[in-house]
């Protein structure tokens, strides 16, 4: 190989062909463009005239210089050109070190390009070390190709944890030495980095390629006034400036903000109608598990009525006073009457110290707890006059107790230790909190009687005195619940409302009013938590997998992250447990300089073949000098005819078109060139368009289907499709197509990143997403784990079977089952509840079956007469008549969406069915 600077050559010999262009510029200059003949009758007279004028006997020297630079180009195009050679191939094996935890997620796909490339460009055998999991363990690293050591870099995905260097150090153990080791690290220092660094550097040398962009990291939020504040933590090469989302369970966008990141943190502005539907605060930016903090009940803002006038004559004597000012910074708190605060809707109501309730009042406050509001009340005397009622948890005495009095200096009045099943639990007593006065449960309630007039349910006990009377009790009445403080919000009975405590206090239970379960990050309970939604490294919401352990009782405090047990929300015996990706004391500082290891600052240049784009530029060229030739030859009068009609810019155009059509078809870049050749939907066209899966057969077959389908649409409907399409969804534009159809193969394989993002936001915008397990001819485990494997990184809404009367049973035909390949096929769409709430107008952005219909629509015929007549596999001629109308009646409901569920066309409908609306009895 010849090198000159960063160009290689990599077939010398070919270089001698250039000898040869001085001869060819001789027989180029010897061989002028034929004379062009013109016959003109007159022209007879003047044949004997001397001719004064001949045609030049050599070529013009423009056109020979131009010819020249064509044949040089390819001249040096068979040389085979190599842009950054290699002039010495290192064949010493190849170590590729990749932390895939989250904190690289932000730029993981320069990370995996970057090293697929490095492997492929390997000379000897490639080994991978992934920092999370350790490799293999104790066991030696696999030995692969560089070809294999690319498909698996490339098909990897993030970790939804930190990097474990100390796990990787055991895969090293037995590694000989002699390696050239690149390692892709985060750059951030985690524990026993500098140990692992150390045994690199035994086993080999060591470059360190540092990621793009650093993880930003929420550690913390807390509800405020405004919205939330949030702590935020960075990593090196962070931006200082972020996006922030708040997002729903479904993972769509409610509100979006740019704040500058401080150590300090940054606060969120949320309305309040927004908190209550915010599931989870993420960075838009550097998207990340680390960068989604999952928000539970104690983190909402919770709608809140305070029962009491505006006005308090002596206001440092009412407990509406202190009430307020306790929760107006931490929930939305309306103060009014009765009636107005039943009417608005509201999550709790608080009723200070008072009397009898009219029986309008008490009846609307009691239909309130049992549709599942949240009623607390405080004690006082007006309370203790008013006598037994259902609306507190326990009958009273009549008297309150006192407890403390002024000449007493012992620990009477004192709050107790909270017991560690109550929402309490982990709240520090104040010394200072004392109580004077306290209403005490009846003799009968507390021997665990309870009157009839109320529902029989055990009564909870959250809070005791240190001599163990009751402070706070509750009980559940229908689907609600009723909370009450045995003594004053104010100064008449206790000074707590002057401690920080009762603040605390009533925060969480105002957390229950956002949440039927008792929020367990306060509460451990005796039944194993269950995953119900876990984030992937990417931090996107994803159903669990199998086998994901659940959470024991007696792990909950001190449960960490990890592969087996990824961060999300945990659930079980009514308890919620939320792990955090990122801990609130995560820091992410940067890796310190390490001992004889390189830092790369760049990407490693690799070689590059420019045989291609040289042997297009000649080819093009020469098309050029034949278009050229022929004009000035004559020969294309016509082109020259539609100059004068057209203009010169049409012209100009069309060899333009060449040059572009040689430099693409020649110049080497394959992606491109397939590009050109897909068919695209002429404007105005519908194409039913189907994702590729890679597989050539599954995709030919779902091609043939779907040409089925739209001979069949074209055939019955006023819908004329175009040519079916195979998109890419990383590459193509999903905008132009209403539906798409996916086909799932035989394997169970895990979605690429940038696909199950492009397919994510063209359901987010509107687009139907039809998906085919084709699970009616498999087993429901292997259906389950393939659908779960190609929807993982995709937000799915919550499916159900379709319902009676559904859109889809009657979008074009009456359907009351969806028969494909398989006669007992079912549907899956988004429920009801999840649809109303959606954006997208109630229809379902995602539909799933088993049927494998595209196996079916490949045979349909022209009309629906002669698919009577045919079968497919055993299935029976009306069983694939069905299977044609299931996919019609698909992309008409993709189409016309909820049209027909409106009932104001139900009339026109019936009578064009030959049937009369018989009225209701």
């Not at 309040?272 to 989870?280: L, N, P, T, W």
């Not at 929760?327 to 107005?340: G, I, Q, S, W």
């Not at 069309?654 to 992606?671: K, Q, R, S, T, W």
């Amino acid at each position: 190989m010849l090198t000159f600077g960063p160009l290689g050559i990599t077939t010398p010999l070919a270089l001698l062909a250039l000898a040869a262009l001085p001869l060819i510029w001789l027989v180029i200059r010897a061989l002028p463009p034929a004379p062009r003949e013109q016959v003109f009758p007159p022209t007879a007279l003047l044949a004997n005239l001397p001719n004064t004028e001949e045609t030049p006997k050599k070529t013009p020297p423009w056109l020979a210089w131009f010819r020249m630079l064509a044949l040089g180009l390819f001249v040096l195009g068979f040389s085979g050109p190599v842009l950054n050679p290699v002039t010495k191939p290192d064949t010493r094996p190849l170590l590729i070190v990749i932390d895939d935890g989250w904190t690289s997620a932000p730029s993981w796909r320069a990370v995996t390009d970057e090293a697929a490339q490095v492997a492929r460009a390997s000379s000897g055998p490639v080994r991978l070390l992934w920092t999370t999991h350790g490799g293999n363990g104790a066991r030696p690293l696999e030995v692969l190709s560089p070809s294999q050591a690319a498909a698996r870099i490339l098909a990897a995905q993030p970790k939804p944890v930190l990097p474990d260097p100390s796990g990787a150090l055991g895969a090293l153990k037995d590694l000989p030495t002699g390696q050239r080791i690149l390692w892709f690290s985060d750059g951030v220092a985690h524990a026993k980095s500098q140990a692992f660094a150390e045994r690199l550097t035994q086993i080999g040398s060591v470059r360190l390629r540092g990621v793009p962009e650093g993880a930003v990291a929420i550690t913390r939020a807390a509800a405020t006034s405004e919205g939330y504040s949030l702590g935020v933590v960075t990593g090196p090469a962070t931006s200082r400036t972020q996006r922030l989302e708040a997002v729903n369970s479904r993972g769509q966008s409610l509100r979006e903000t740019s704040v500058a990141l401080v150590p300090t943190g940054v606060s969120f502005a949320l309305e309040s109608v927004v908190m209550r539907d915010v599931a989870a605060l993420r960075t838009a930016d550097a998207r990340s598990a680390g960068g989604v903090f999952l928000l539970d009940a104690f983190d909402r803002r919770v709608r809140t009525g305070l029962i009491a006038e505006r006005q308090d004559d002596q206001p440092l004597l009412s407990d509406a006073h202190y009430l307020e000012g306790a929760l107006k910074p931490y929930t939305d708190l309306t103060r009014a009457n009765l009636t107005r605060l039943i009417d608005a809707g509201l999550d709790a109501l608080i009723l200070p110290d008072a009397g009898e309730l009219g029986a309008q009042d008490s009846q609307a406050l009691e239909r309130f707890v049992r549709n599942g509001g949240l009623l607390i009340r405080t004690a006082g005397p007006k309370l203790l006059a008013a006598g037994p009622s259902p609306l507190i948890p326990a009958a009273l005495a009549p008297e309150p107790r006192t407890v403390r009095g002024s000449m007493t200096w012992d620990n009477a009045g004192k709050i107790g230790v909270f017991d560690p099943t109550s929402p309490f639990a982990g709240l520090t007593v104040p010394d200072d909190a004392r109580v004077t006065q306290i209403a005490v449960l009846a003799p009968e309630a507390s021997a665990g009687g309870t009157t009839s007039t109320r529902d029989q349910q055990a009564l909870q006990i959250w809070a005791r005195l240190a001599d163990g009377t009751p402070l706070v009790t509750a009980r559940e009445l229908g689907k609600g619940k009723v909370v009450l403080f045995h003594t004053t919000a104010g100064p008449a009975w206790s000074d707590v409302a002057f401690s920080g405590v009762q603040v605390a206090m009533l925060r969480r239970v105002l957390a229950q009013a956002a949440s039927s379960a008792i929020p367990a990050n306060f509460v451990v309970g005796t039944a194993p938590l269950k995953p119900v939604l876990v984030l992937d490294g990417f931090g996107t919401f994803r159903a669990p997998d199998p086998q994901i352990r659940p959470i024991r009782p007696e792990e909950v405090q001190t449960a960490q992250p990890s592969l087996d047990r990824p961060p999300g929300i945990y659930e079980g015996g009514g308890v919620r447990w939320i792990l955090q990706a990122a801990a609130p004391n995560l820091r992410l500082d940067p890796l310190p300089d390490l001992a004889k290891v390189e830092r790369v600052a760049e990407a490693e240049r690799q070689p590059q073949s420019l045989a291609g784009p040289f042997l297009g530029l000649g080819m093009a060229l020469l098309l050029i000098d034949m278009i050229v030739s022929l004009w000035l030859a004559g020969k294309l009068a016509g082109l020259k005819r539609l100059a004068r009609w057209r203009g010169q810019a049409k012209t100009g155009a069309a060899m333009a078109g060449l040059l572009l059509f040689g430099l693409m078809f020649f110049g080497g870049a394959p992606e491109a060139s397939a590009q050109t050749t897909k068919a695209k939907p002429r404007q105005g066209d519908l194409s039913l368009a189907y994702i590729k899966t890679g597989d050539g057969a599954l995709d030919a077959q779902t091609q043939r289907g779907l040409e089925g389908l739209s001979r069949a649409l074209r055939d019955r409907t006023s819908v004329e499709p175009g040519p079916v399409i195979g998109l890419d969804p990383s590459r193509d534009d999903l905008a132009l197509y209403p539906i798409l159809f996916w086909t799932l193969g035989e394997a169970a394989t895990e979605t690429r990143p940038e696909v199950a993002s492009a397919l994510d936001r063209y359901m987010k915008n509107g687009g139907v997403l039809f998906v085919d397990s084709r699970g009616g001819g498999r087993t429901p485990a292997m259906a389950r784990q393939i659908t779960r494997a190609a929807l993982r990184g995709i937000e799915a809404p919550p499916l159900a079977p379709v319902p009676d009367g559904h859109v889809l049973t009657k979008a074009f035909y009456i359907l009351q089952r969806f028969p494909g390949r398989y006669p007992d096929a079912k549907l899956w769409v988004e429920t009801e509840a999840s649809a109303a709430a959606s954006a997208n107008d109630g229809v379902s952005p995602l539909i799933l079956g088993d049927g494998d219909w595209a196996s079916v629509w490949a045979r349909a015929p022209n009309s629906p007469s002669t698919s009577m007549m045919q079968g497919f596999d055993g299935v029976g001629p009306t069983t694939n008549e069905l299977a044609i109308r299931v996919g019609i009646n698909i992309v008409l409901y993709a189409l016309t969406g909820n049209y027909k569920a409106d009932q104001v066309h139900a009339p026109a409908l019936l009578e064009r069915l030959g049937r009369r609306q018989v009225p209701p009895r």
